[in-house]
Antibody
Framework: EVQLLESGGGLVQPGGSLRLSCAASGFIFSKSDMNWVRQAPGKGLEWVSRISGSGDRTYYVDSVKGRFTISRDNSKNTVYLQMNSLRAEDTAVYYC?????WGQGTLVTVSS | DIQMTQSPSSLSASVGDRVTITCRASQGISNYLAWYQQRPEKAPKSLIYDTSSLQSGVPSRFSGSGSGTDFTLTISSLQPEDFATYYCQQYSNYPHTFGQGTNLEIK
């Protein structure tokens, strides 16, 4: 059974940093592209970033380019999202998604 | 960026009804379109990929069609558990944009 388990969310001040993790199981992780998708409170879904199975290709939505970095450790079946220079508008539930499955999400709140 | 526009934004229907949700892309995306269902306070669930391929375990009352710029999600006979918000997403070009969502409510 495919499982995706996010962690690392929390409350952070504007300008701060946070690293999200997503532990995957139940599929061949190293061969699977992985995504981060976010959902601001009461809003729709927004695709944030994607990384190839080998980790050599990464993609971002313009609003996070230069601030967020996606990476993965295939030895740990884990994908990460390093978020720097956080803004209030980054407040959202962040979902890890891959092989057409979604994690339960982790809430990031950017507030002073 | 490719803009995805869903219609309607909200829809009221009854159990047993047939409903159709439309998704229009601002430029051609071939068949690189997916549909997701999100129940309140839950993570999204993948329903359909590549426009018309049903995810494993998804009931056959769900179907997808279209190509190019115009796509539809059809639920042939609404069940109580189908009342939720539905999103389309294109994965032809980066960023992989979503539609704004369609809220399907009980009439």
């Amino acid at each position: 059974e495919v499982q995706l388990l996010e962690s690392g969310g929390g409350l952070v001040q504007p300008g701060g940093s946070l690293r999200l993790s997503c532990a995957a199981s139940g599929f061949i992780f190293s061969k699977s592209d992985m995504n981060w998708v976010r959902q601001a409170p009461g809003k729709g879904l927004e695709w944030v970033s994607r990384i190839s199975g080998s980790g050599d290709r990464t993609y971002y939505v313009d609003s996070v380019k230069g601030r967020f970095t996606i990476s993965r450790d295939n030895s740990k079946n884990t994908v990460y999202l390093q978020m720097n220079s956080l803004r209030a508008e980054d407040t959202a539930v962040y979902y890890c998604a891959g092989v057409w499955r979604w994690g339960q999400g982790t809430l990031v709140t950017v507030s002073s | 960026d490719i803009q995805m526009t869903q219609s309607p934004s909200s829809l009221s229907a009854s159990v047993g009804d047939r409903v159709t949700i439309t998704c229009r892309a601002s430029q051609g995306i071939s068949n690189y379109l997916a549909w997701y269902q999100q129940r309140p306070e839950k993570a999204p669930k993948s329903l359909i990929y590549d426009t018309s391929s049903l995810q494993s375990g998804v009931p056959s009352r769900f179907s997808g069609s279209g190509s190019g710029t115009d796509f539809t999600l059809t639920i042939s006979s609404l069940q109580p558990e189908d009342f939720a918000t539905y999103y389309c997403q294109q994965y032809s070009n980066y960023p992989h944009t979503f539609g704004q969502g369609t809220n399907l409510e009980i009439k």
